[in-house]
Nanobody, 127 residues
Framework: QVQLVESGGGLVQAGGSLRLSCAAS????????MGWFRQAPGKEREFVAA????????YYADSVKGRFIISRDNAKNTVYLQMNSLKPEDTAVYYC????????????????????WGQGTQVTVSS
């Protein structure tokens, strides 16, 4: 499995913006659907956004649709999550993940569909 390292988290006020980055290793990076998930203390990890290997399709959770944008730069082996209009309920540890197999569907976003995970980066949104 590839190694994934998230960065870019921090403390921001409601209404602010942050951009998270996920640096990945491995030459097979470009062939996989990549996703962002988040988990708050005492809560289940939930899906946030995913992007297809072909760069032609993205998929977002309803809670972030219209506010977050997922993108990728295969040449840099990096996935991004631009977060705008942040709300206190967005506070969580954000994880980057890669799907189990290559050339997968962007709509398969359950936890069981992803095998490689980063260590996470903390995002805290104050009221």
């Amino acid at each position: 499995q590839v190694q994934l390292v998230e960065s870019g988290g921090g403390l921001v006020q409601a209404g602010g913006s942050l951009r998270l980055s996920c640096a990945a290793s491995g030459r097979t990076f470009s062939n996989y659907v990549m996703g962002w998930f988040r988990q708050a203390p005492g809560k289940e990890r939930e899906f946030v956004a995913a992007i297809n290997w072909s760069l032609s399709t993205t998929y977002y959770a309803d809670s972030v649709k219209g506010r977050f944008i997922i993108s990728r730069d295969n040449a840099k082996n990096t996935v991004y999550l631009q977060m705008n209009s942040l709300k206190p309920e967005d506070t969580a540890v954000y994880y980057c993940a890669r799907q189990m197999g290559p050339y997968g569907s962007v709509w398969k976003v359950s936890l069981a569909d992803f095998g490689s995970w980063g260590q996470g980066t903390q995002v805290t949104v104050s009221s």
